[in-house]
């Protein structure tokens, strides 16, 4: 374990500590990259620390890493043990994409071979998805809006699935819009372009990975895109979810451009205590 990974270890389990009630799940969620028995390791050593320091939390901390422990063990026993190979991701897609077309994007239809291939929803699919989409526009030159169509179809759907890992779900549905943004031109596909952008920018609003102003950023650029273009047509249509989103996005870069500079002031404080802490994980 190296130095680095143990300091990102230490930080979590403060952030687990110290947020509210019921909102460690998606705070795990968030980290998953750090969900494993490192973590579970540093947990254990920590209770014993703050249990030798009379600290109220050490109970509450062994009990939930020995709940999470219970839950990656199995989670490991009905996986597979290796994520599948980009030819099986590749025939996956395909045979994805092929549902999501010929059941017009019904989650009631689409939803259950998901389920069942939950696992396949990977950062694999998300490198086969170029590949794929570069095929499906090569292979139907005569009907690439169609193509577009189905993959955003494909966005929508797994960005509201309810299972497999969420932020690689939100990671797909970005990827899927994109692809099809590449046949949705505002030029060609007025109106299908407008709605990819806004999906899109949901999309960035929800997501899970990457600087979460950076994704706030690319969810105002996309919406801000589409007024832009259609703003007589909202105007007259007074389309109240487009304005509410837009309102929500700002408030929330506004929201995080604060809470940075607090953060940031937050970590200076804590600093020395994590580094006191790490050197008596360490010795």
């Known amino acids: 374990m190296n130095e680095q990974r143990l300091q990102a270890y230490v930080t979590l389990i403060d952030q687990l500590l110290s947020c509210d009630n019921g ?5 795990l969620q968030r980290h998953a990259e750090l969900v494993d028995a490192g973590l579970l390791t540093v947990m ?6 703050l249990e030798q320091q009379g600290k109220p939390n050490a109970a509450w901390l062994r009990q939930f890493a020995q709940q999470l422990a219970a839950g990656l063990a199995g989670e490991n026993q009905g996986a597979p043990s290796a994520e599948p190979s980009m030819q099986v991701s590749l025939a996956f897609l395909a045979e994805a994409l092929q549902r999501v077309a010929g059941s017009q994007g019904d989650a009631r239809q689409v939803y259950p071979f998901l389920k069942e291939h939950q696992h396949q929803l990977n950062d694999t699919l998300l490198q086969a998805m170029p590949i794929v989409a570069s095929d499906c526009f090569n292979e139907d030159t005569n009907q690439p809006a169609s193509v577009a169509a189905m993959f955003v179809a494909f966005g929508n759907l797994v960005a509201q699935f309810p299972l497999g890992k969420r932020g690689v779900n939100l990671e797909l549905a970005v990827t899927a819009y994109q692809l099809a943004l590449q046949v949705y031109t505002h030029e060609a596909f007025p109106e299908a372009w407008a709605a990819t952008q806004n999906n899109l920018a949901i999309a960035y609003c929800d997501r899970l990975r990457g600087d979460r102003a950076d994704n706030l950023e690319q969810a ?15 105007t007259q249509r007074r389309e109240r979810g487009q304005v509410l989103l837009f309102a929500f996005l700002h408030t929330a870069a ?6 940075k500079q607090e953060r940031s002031q937050e ?9 006191a802490l790490t050197f008596h994980i360490t010795c």
């Open 23 to 27: 909102e460690e799940l998606a705070l």
């Open 44 to 49: 254990t050593k920590i209770a014993d620390l």
């Open 220 to 234: 105002i650029t996309a919406e801000k895109g589409v007024r832009s273009c259609f703003l007589p047509f909202f």
């Open 254 to 259: 506004t929201q995080e451009q604060a809470g």
């Open 267 to 275: 970590r200076t404080k804590r600093g020395q205590a994590r580094m």
